[in-house]
């Protein structure tokens, strides 16, 4: 049984980097507004986590990403960035206008 994850379109990736890079830059400013600026970042989170997982699917690196951006001023890190980074590195669609590659 194989672990290989299905590759995924280029559309999915850029949307996937999108809102990543999105909730981080709005994040980081927001997390200087103290405590509202807490709850913001908490509600962008649960969006950010349901929307990457809708589009690149489960990936281990989406659960610190999770977990520490609800811990204040940790929130400053643009891990939802890193989180993506991880989780379609190697999973784009293969160029058609590539020949394959040798088999490994």
Aim: hydrophobic letters at 55%.
């Amino acid at each position: 049984m194989s672990n290989a994850k299905p590759p995924l379109s280029r559309a999915r990736i850029r949307l996937a980097w999108a809102i990543a890079l999105s909730v981080d830059a709005i994040q980081i400013p927001a997390e200087a507004a103290g405590p509202v600026g807490w709850f913001v970042g908490a509600g962008l989170d649960c969006v950010a986590m349901g929307a990457l997982w809708a589009l690149v699917g489960f990936h281990w690196a989406f659960l610190p990403s999770f977990l520490t951006e609800w811990i204040p001023y940790l929130n400053m890190a643009p891990l939802w960035t890193l989180a993506v980074a991880l989780a379609t590195k190697g999973r784009g669609e293969p160029d058609p206008a590539l020949p394959p590659g040798p088999v490994a």
